[in-house]
C-alpha cells in the first residue's frame, strides 16, 4: 500500500498539476475566442435562462434545466469551496485568489461547451422516460471510440461515485465531532441512511433535493461572508489591492509567482470542474428546446461556483488579521477567521453549512456515477450494486483517514478529464454552429429557439432531438 500511495502522490505532484492545467488553460482560451467570449457576452441571457428554468418545473418524467442546474452546481460546490481556498491562500499566497478568478472566466467557456454537446447528443432514458448523457455517451455515439467512452465512464463512477462521496463523508463525520463532539460512527451511519434515502429514491428525487438545498446553503454562506465584509468594509480595499499585487510580486508565496499561479489555477479549475467532464452528466438531462440553453446556464454555474462561493471563503479568512500566522489550513483556518470575529455561536453555524455542502455534493456525485453505470447496462441488478456500494463507501468514509483517497479520486479525475478534453476539441466545432443557431434565431425574434439537428454537418450520434425534444 505505501509503494501505491507514492506513485498515486507522485502521479499527481508530476502530471495533472502541469499538463492537465496547462490543457485546460489552452482549450479554455481557444473556446472563449472562438465563441467570441459567450461567458462574458451572453451573461444576461444566462440569468435569464436561469429565472426561466425556476419557472419550469419539468414535469414528472423530466428535469428541468434549474434542477440540472442545481444538481452539477450541488456536485462542485462542496467542502472545497470553504477549506480548499484556505489551502490554497496559505499555499499560494493572496495572489492565488487573483489567478483563481481569471481561470474561473476562461473555464466558463469550456463548461459551456461540453454542456451545449452534452445536450446535443443526450440519449432518453427508458427507464425514467426522461434522458441522460455526457462524456461517455458522446465519445461513443459521435467519436466512435467505445473503448475511450467505457474508460470515462469507468473514471467517473470510480472517482465520484465512490472517492469523493467518501471524502465528503469524512468531511461531515470530522465537523461534527469537532463542533458537537458527536461519536464519528455515530454521525457516519445517520449520514448513511440520509444517503441511502436520497439514493435509492433516484434522479427525481435528487433533483428535487437539489433545487431547494443548494439555493439554501450557496444563500446562507454568501450571507455570512456578506456580514464579515460589513464588519470589515474599511479594509476591504486593502484587501483586494493585496490579492491583485500579490498576484503579480515575485514573494506572492513561498515559491513566488509561479505557486500563486499554479495554485489559484487548481483551486479554479478542480473547483468549479470546467471541461473536467462531470457536468456535462448532469447538463444531458434538462428539458430544453436548444442545447445551447444548457450550456449557457451550466457556464453560470462556474461563475457561481468561483466567484460567488469561492470568493466568500477567501474574504473570510483575509479578512482576518492572524490568517498568516495562525498556524492552521484547511477548514480550521475557516473555523478560526469565523469565531474570531463573529463568536463560537459561527463554528455551529459553519458545522451545519459543512453538512449541507457536503451531503448535498454526495447526491450529486452518486447521480454522474449512476449516469455512467447505465452507460454500460440498464441492468437493474447493476444499478443496485452500485448504489449499495456508494452507501458502503460513504459510511467508511465517515470514520476513516482518507489522504490516499484524496490522492487517488485527484489522479483519477485527472485521467478522466484528460479524455474528456480530448473528445471537446474534436467535437468544439458542432457546439459553435449550435451557438451561432441560436444566435441567429434570437436575432431574428425568436423568443424560444428550437434546435434542428439537421444543421449540423453530421447527425451521427444524435438520438433524442428532431422529434419532441
Request: glycine share 10%; hydrophobic share 55%; charged share 10%.
Amino acid at each position: 500500500m505505501e509503494f501505491l500511495e507514492r506513485i498515486v502522490s507522485f502521479s499527481n505532484d508530476v502530471l495533472w498539476s502541469y499538463v492537465l492545467i496547462v490543457m485546460l488553460i489552452a482549450l479554455g482560451l481557444w473556446f472563449s475566442l472562438r465563441t467570441g467570449f459567450v461567458q462574458l457576452r451572453l451573461f444576461r441571457e444566462m440569468l435569464r435562462l436561469l429565472r426561466e428554468g425556476v419557472n419550469h418545473e419539468g414535469g414528472h418524467t423530466h428535469i428541468s434545466s434549474f434542477q440540472a442546474f442545481c444538481i452539477s452546481t450541488a456536485s462542485r460546490v462542496g467542502v472545497g469551496n470553504i477549506a480548499g481556498i484556505a489551502i490554497a491562500i496559505m499555499v499560494g499566497g493572496p495572489g492565488a485568489i487573483f489567478w483563481m478568478w481569471v481561470i474561473a472566466v476562461i473555464g466558463a467557456a469550456s463548461g459551456f461547451v461540453e454542456s451545449t454537446l452534452a445536450q446535443i447528443y443526450k440519449v432518453r432514458d427508458p427507464r425514467t422516460f426522461g434522458f441522460r448523457g455526457g462524456p461517455a455517451y458522446y465519445i461513443r455515439n459521435c467519436l466512435g471510440s467505445s473503448k475511450a467512452a467505457a474508460l470515462f465512464a469507468v473514471l467517473i463512477s470510480v472517482t465520484f461515485g465512490l472517492c469523493f462521496n467518501s471524502v465528503q463523508s469524512n468531511t461531515i463525520s470530522l465537523s461534527l465531532n469537532a463542533t458537537f463532539g458527536l461519536d464519528r460512527a455515530a454521525a457516519g451511519a445517520v449520514l448513511t441512511v440520509l444517503s441511502a434515502i436520497v439514493i435509492f429514491g433516484g434522479l427525481k428525487r435528487i433533483a428535487h433535493l437539489s433545487s431547494w438545498l443548494v439555493p439554501v446553503m450557496a444563500t446562507l454562506y454568501l450571507l455570512l461572508a456578506l456580514v464579515i465584509i460589513i464588519m470589515n468594509l474599511p479594509q476591504l480595499p486593502g484587501m483586494i489591492l493585496t490579492i491583485v499585487s500579490s498576484a503579480f510580486s515575485p514573494d506572492a508565496a513561498v515559491g513566488g509567482i509561479g505557486a500563486a499561479i499554479l495554485t489559484g489555477a487548481k483551486r479554479g479549475l478542480f473547483s468549479n470542474e470546467a471541461g473536467m467532464g462531470s457536468v456535462p452528466n448532469a447538463a444531458a438531462t434538462a428539458f430544453v428546446s436548444h442545447p445551447v440553453k444548457q450550456g449557457l446556464v451550466q457556464a453560470l454555474g462556474v461563475f457561481v461556483d468561483t466567484l460567488l462561493v469561492c470568493t466568500a471563503s477567501a474574504c473570510i479568512v483575509l479578512l482576518f488579521d492572524g490568517y498568516a500566522d495562525a498556524g492552521k489550513t484547511g477548514i480550521e483556518l475557516v473555523q478560526l477567521a469565523l469565531t474570531s470575529q463573529l463568536g463560537s455561536l459561527a463554528g455551529v453555524l459553519l458545522s451545519v453549512m459543512v453538512f449541507m455542502f457536503a451531503f448535498s455534493s454526495i447526491a450529486g456525485n452518486y447521480y454522474y456515477g449512476e449516469s455512467n453505470i447505465q452507460f454500460f447496462s440498464t441492468n437493474p441488478v447493476y444499478l443496485l450494486v452500485f448504489r449499495i456500494m456508494v452507501v458502503g463507501m460513504v459510511a467508511f468514509g465517515s470514520v476513516a483517514e482518507l489522504p490516499f483517497v484524496w490522492n487517488l479520486a485527484d489522479l483519477f479525475m485527472a485521467l478522466m478529464a484528460i479524455v474528456n478534453l480530448v473528445a471537446i476539441a474534436l467535437l468544439g466545432r458542432n457546439a459553435f454552429i449550435a451557438l451561432k443557431d441560436y444566435q441567429s434565431q434570437k436575432k431574428a425574434g425568436v423568443a424560444d429557439p428550437v434546435f434542428h439537428p439537421e444543421l449540423l454537418p453530421d447527425q451521427r450520434g444524435i438520438e433524442a432531438w428532431g422529434r419532441d425534444a
